[in-house]
Structure formats: C-alpha cells, structure tokens
C-alpha cells in the first residue's frame, strides 16, 4: 500500500511543490484543494483518517494533542509529521520521500513523528 500525505492549512507549500516535482506520482494533496481550509485540528485529523492519510503539519503546539486524543479513543490516526517550519526544505522533502519510498502507512498508523529524521 502507498503513503498518502495531507498537508495542513499553514503548510509550507514550496515542500508540497518540491515533493510533486521530485516524485510525480506521489500521493499528496492540501487541506485547501480538499475545502478543510480553516476548520479545525480534529476535524481534518477526521479527514485525514478516513481518507488515509499521513497529516504533515508545522503546527507543534496543539495538532499532537489532537492527534494523541483520537488514538487514545480508539479511533482511526493514520499518522501525524511535525515538522518545525525553520528545518530546511530541501531536508524535508527528502525526508518525506524517503518515508514514502522506504515505508507504507501501516507504519506511521497512531503515531505522531518529529522530522527531521536525524
């Protein structure tokens, strides 16, 4: 099974389009192309979860919480990237391709990770 990435509403869309141009046939899209443009944390972690996707963020301060709430419900978290905005984007993007090339979404399921990787 293939990664599938959602990118939230204040991220960094140079990684989005670095990502596309470096790997075409990724799976990404943004919570503006799919009309969750301002709501809130648990409603995309909602949607983000029935859609199966990996949520990449650079909200550090309550998208963990949200996220830490749903797992400890039992309800469906396919996976959350913090990703601080200052890291590099040329780092995350390799990062990111390197997770969706190296690992599937079973993988990332109920966890919320830290990049960069090093």
């Not at 939230?8 to 869309?13: G, K, S, V």
């Not at 989005?16 to 009309?35: E, K, M, S, Y």
């Not at 601080?84 to 995350?92: D, L």
């Not at 969706?100 to 399921?109: C, H, I, T």
Request: aromatic content about 6%.
């Amino acid at each position: 099974m293939t990664i599938r990435f959602l990118a939230d509403e204040n991220f960094d869309h140079r990684i989005v389009n670095g990502l596309q141009r470096r790997a075409p046939n990724l799976d990404i899209t943004t919570v503006q192309q799919v009309g969750l443009r301002t709501l809130d944390d648990p409603t995309v972690l909602e949607w983000a979860a029935r859609e199966g996707r990996i949520l990449l963020t650079h909200d550090l301060a309550t998208m963990k919480d949200c996220a830490y709430e749903r797992v400890s419900a039992g309800v469906p978290m396919p996976g959350v990237f913090e990703i601080p905005e200052h890291v590099s984007i040329a780092v995350v993007i390799q990062d990111l391709l390197l997770i969706a090339e190296a690992s599937g979404p079973d993988d990332w399921k109920n966890t919320v990770r830290y990049l960069p990787l090093r």
